[in-house]
């Protein structure tokens, strides 16, 4: 069997986390204005404090309360730009913690992430009917995005209608941006509506949309966010098989993340290009990337999932490489490691690449005892959508068997 061949077994990516709209510049500039009061510049200050403590640590209880203090302090001080952006923070604190409630798993974590994400759309509503009620169209811009992005945050699937509701919230969002003259504000509306336009299979109008966020990040000078729609432009160019471009404009994106010390990113950025070579079979190239990808999602250390992942790629890398026992050692150790840290979705995920190293070995024994400890393990995650595709790894490893 081909390398690669097994990787697609139903199972859900780790998350990205709520997409920050990374405002610290402006409000640490503001938290320095010797002119603005001295409640102001605290709120500024605390506002600071939430991106960064949610960006750089993933830490969403410290966030939310920081983000609910800076919008309390912002509502004293009759800002209502500052209640926006507070209250668009304390949405995403709320997005992060319904992560890390899905990602322990369980039998009650959908339950718990449901009404993690009731509490947010509730607040969510609330400001919005706020801001209509005061006229003021970038506020109700900002709760109607924070609407698309719980949507497509708590959707299960890429149904239709699911997928229609985010992309429904996502253009009025955007219009209210444009209505408000908010440039910056109206690409990040694009930048939801982008992968939801790509699972919608409307592949060119995503392109455009892309294209049309990067040019606005580039006008107003958001390098970060400029990296990102890079990064999204580099997908546009790997689903139209172009390899070299895509790494290109790839490499474009790392460049300005490792400028912008966006440790994730420049993570993320490294194990998508190992995953763009994986896809073309060119596992040389994808295995030193690969590699880095790891390095640095280990010194990340509340990137839940991402480590396991970036294992399976090198395992994938090494098995293109006709390195077979070399890829099952490493996915033998991840097991272990991660078992050892009881961190069951890594486990599962690390079992598959067991799986999948030995399916190319052709030791079938042990091949199926190691999908059936796969099986068990994501059974005690709870995820039926997960389980279902570990089954079919079960019928293809026990096809295998028996025509061996």
């Known amino acids: 069997m081909e390398a690669c061949r097994m990787r697609n077994s139903g199972r859900p990516g780790p998350s990205l986390g709520p997409q920050l709209d990374q405002i610290t510049a402006r409000y640490s500039a503001l938290a320095d204005d010797d002119t603005l009061a001295a409640g102001n510049r605290k709120a500024a200050e605390l506002m600071v404090t939430a991106e960064t403590t949610l960006m750089d640590n993933g830490d969403h209880e410290g966030a939310l309360s920081l983000a609910t203090q800076a919008f309390e302090a912002f509502c004293n001080a009759n800002d209502v730009i500052a209640q926006a952006d507070a209250m668009r923070l304390v949405i995403h604190a709320y997005i992060a913690q319904a992560d890390a409630a899905m990602y322990d798993g369980g039998s009650g974590a959908e339950n718990q992430a449901a009404d993690i994400y009731d509490k947010a759309e509730k607040k969510a509503k609330d400001q919005l009917k706020r801001f209509k009620d005061l006229g003021n169209v970038r506020g109700q811009g900002c709760m109607t995005l924070s609407l698309a992005e719980l949507a497509d945050g708590r959707r299960k699937t890429a149904e239709p209608d699911e997928l229609r509701e985010v992309l429904r919230l996502a253009e009025q969002a955007k219009g ?220 293809t490893v026990h096809l295998a068997a028996a025509a061996s």
Not at 180 to 202: C, F, N, S, W
């Open 176 to 395: 209210c941006f444009v209505e408000a003259g908010d440039k910056k504000m109206e690409a990040l509306a694009q930048m939801i509506i982008v992968p939801t336009q790509y699972r919608r299979h409307e592949k060119e109008d995503a392109s455009l949309a892309t294209e049309a966020a990067l040019s606005i990040f580039q006008t107003v000078g958001d390098k970060a966010h400029e990296a990102k729609a890079l990064q999204l432009m580099s997908y546009a160019h790997i689903i139209r098989n172009e390899l070299e471009e895509s790494i290109q404009v790839a490499q474009d994106a790392l460049a300005i993340f490792r400028e912008q010390s966006s440790r994730f990113m420049e993570a993320f950025c490294l194990f998508m290009m190992a995953e763009y070579y994986l896809h073309f079979r060119k596992g040389r190239d994808a295995l030193p990337l690969a590699e880095d990808a790891l390095e640095l999602f280990r010194e990340l250390k509340w990137c839940k999932g991402w480590e396991a992942y970036a294992i399976d790629a090198i395992v994938q890398a090494h098995l293109l490489r006709g390195e077979d026992r070399k890829a099952l050692a490493v996915a033998q150790e991840a097991v272990e490691a991660f078992q050892e840290s009881n961190d069951k979705r890594s486990t599962a995920v690390a079992l598959h690449s067991v799986v999948s190293a030995l399916m190319i070995t052709g030791e079938y024994e042990e091949c199926l005892k190691a999908v059936e400890e796969e099986q068990s393990a994501v059974q005690d995650l709870g995820d039926p959508r997960w389980e279902a595709g570990v089954l079919l790894d079960v019928a």
